[in-house]
């Protein structure tokens, strides 16, 4: 069936999409849903996002991450909902007419082409003069610092460098958005570490909207403007690093998004805090739970201290395990009850560490960055 093109009307004032900064929205997704059979794999999931944002679609598997960047792209249909370009609806748009590029897993590279030959493709299905072609191969390669490697297989290159040509292959159809699919996953820690810097500046230097998709929080919060986490096929929570991981909507997106020490606890008589396990008193501001009702909360374990002298508002505990993690260390303690929680502190080079079995005082640091949440928010 031959694709219908939406014809772009004029906006009036005040009709343009805006994202939840306020800015006027490149990318809009409203209401997309996907069903297979009896399972649905997304559920009325709606999003702005913003010229030149980058955008981290975070979730556990199965979430429906990998099926919603498919749908964005063209090459899975919706069950429900719409997608829009500059306000154009795509969703009876090919693929290959969307002017959205995607980086694959796996790179998804020709492995009897060069690297010139693969980074050409895309200008070539789209009938880019010959001349210009040569010239958009070219300037791609010396975005991702490959001039020298044209005619170089797939196979000769390591996979850093496979990376890059799948890069520069989307940069070279000139995309408004572009989509990442994971590109990280088969990088050593080190070499992702520089693919996520070098992509993040190249992407904000050419002004390109980019949607990434990751499971990996810490990845999530190196590399994205806002985060949107998933769980079954919804977005939970939608906002910076800084405010997914400091004030999480739920107890989910608290335990996903770093290290948590989730905790059970009743609302104090007083209303005034929560009791944890064996009385232990902690002044947070328990929400709209009513007194002596069951609730968890949530404690970093870099806002908690662990030290050797009693302290105003400690709890006693014994050490269980030290981890030392090169600039921090890391510490299991238990409390009362069998009660046990983790902290996490910078580790001092003339200070020793703290041994298994020995007696210690925890004490939380900002009793406000703790959250409280009901059982099952």
Request: contains cysteine; hydrophobic residues 45%; positive net charge.
């Amino acid at each position: 069936m031959a694709a219908r093109i939406a014809v772009r009307r004029p906006r009036a004032a005040g009709d343009d999409p805006v994202d939840s900064t306020g800015r006027v929205s490149l990318l809009e997704l409203r209401g997309l849903g996907k069903r297979y059979g009896a399972v649905t794999a997304l559920d009325g999931v709606s999003l702005a996002v913003a010229a030149g944002d980058f955008v981290t679609l975070l979730g556990p598997s199965g979430c429906g991450k990998t099926t919603l960047l498919k749908i964005i792209a063209g090459f899975v249909e919706a069950s429900a909902g719409d997608v829009l370009l500059e306000g154009r609806r795509l969703n009876d748009v090919p693929a290959h007419r969307r002017g959205i590029g995607i980086v694959f897993q796996n790179y998804a590279l020709f492995p009897h082409m060069t690297v010139a030959q693969n980074v050409a493709f895309g200008p070539r299905m789209w009938r880019v003069p010959r001349p210009d072609v040569r010239q958009r191969v070219e300037e791609a390669l010396a975005l991702v610092k490959l001039e020298g490697f044209a005619e170089r297989l797939p196979a000769e290159l390591s996979g850093g460098q496979q990376q890059r040509v799948a890069l520069a292959r989307v940069l070279a159809v000139k995309p408004r958005v572009v989509l990442l699919d994971e590109p990280f996953g088969a990088l050593d820690k080190n070499l992702r570490l520089d693919m996520q810097m070098e992509l993040k500046k190249l992407l904000r230097a050419l002004s390109i909207t980019a949607l990434f998709v990751t499971h990996d929080q810490e990845e999530a919060l190196t590399m994205s403007d806002r985060i949107a986490v998933m769980e079954r096929g919804r977005f939970v929570q939608v906002g910076s690093p800084i405010e997914i991981y400091d004030a999480p909507a739920s107890s989910f997106v608290a335990t996903f998004i770093g290290t948590s020490n989730l905790l059970p606890a009743a609302v104090a008589p007083d209303g005034r805090g929560v009791l944890l396990g064996g009385g232990l008193l902690l002044r947070v501001a328990p929400g709209a739970s009513q007194a002596a009702e069951p609730v968890r909360v949530v404690i970093r374990p870099e806002n908690l201290s662990v030290q050797r002298e009693r302290a105003a508002d400690a709890w006693p505990g014994v050490v269980t395990v030290a981890l030392p993690l090169g600039a921090s260390t890391v510490y299991e303690v238990e409390l009362a009850q069998g009660l046990a929680v983790r902290a996490s502190e910078p580790r001092v080079l003339d200070h020793g560490l703290l041994a298994p079995g020995e007696k210690v005082f925890v004490r939380v640091v900002n009793p406000d960055a703790c959250r409280v949440f009901a059982p099952n928010p």
